[in-house]
């Protein structure tokens, strides 16, 4: 069973940086990408990064200049980096990804989500 896990959130003064990151783990799989999506209270969870690589990476309109996403591909794990943090970042985000999992037959492709890390940005 594939498993997703984030840390890295917590409170941080505007203007500030925080780095998520989400650790896939499990017996036998494959990642096909990564991305990172957020629901702020009273909100929809909305996309902030889709397809953590290189220059395929799909920014919301909200973020771009400000977040980066990356994987490193080795460890199974992608990550977030927040600078200039803003009152309207505050939210849980999520970790996403579309995996490969070979560990039991017929292998299936699913989208696994972490189980959540609050942001909240605060003065």
């Avoid at 199974?76 to 849980?92: G, H, I, P, W």
């Avoid at 999520?94 to 492709?109: E, F, H, M, S, V």
């Amino acid at each position: 069973q594939v498993q997703l896990v984030e840390s890295g959130g917590g409170l941080v003064q505007p203007g500030g940086s925080l780095r998520l990151s989400c650790a896939a783990s499990g017996s036998r799989f494959s990642i096909n990408n990564m991305g990172w999506y957020r629901q702020a209270p009273g909100k929809q969870r909305e996309l902030v990064a889709d397809i953590c690589a290189f220059d395929l990476t799909n920014y919301a309109d909200s973020v771009k200049g400000r977040f980066t996403c990356s994987r490193d591909n080795a460890k199974n794990t992608a990550y977030l980096q927040m600078s200039n943090l803003k009152f309207e970042d505050t939210a849980v985000y999520y970790c996403k990804a579309n995996i490969k999992d070979w560990a039991i037959w017929p292998y299936t492709t699913n989208d696994y989500w972490g189980q959540g890390t609050q942001v909240t940005v605060s003065s």
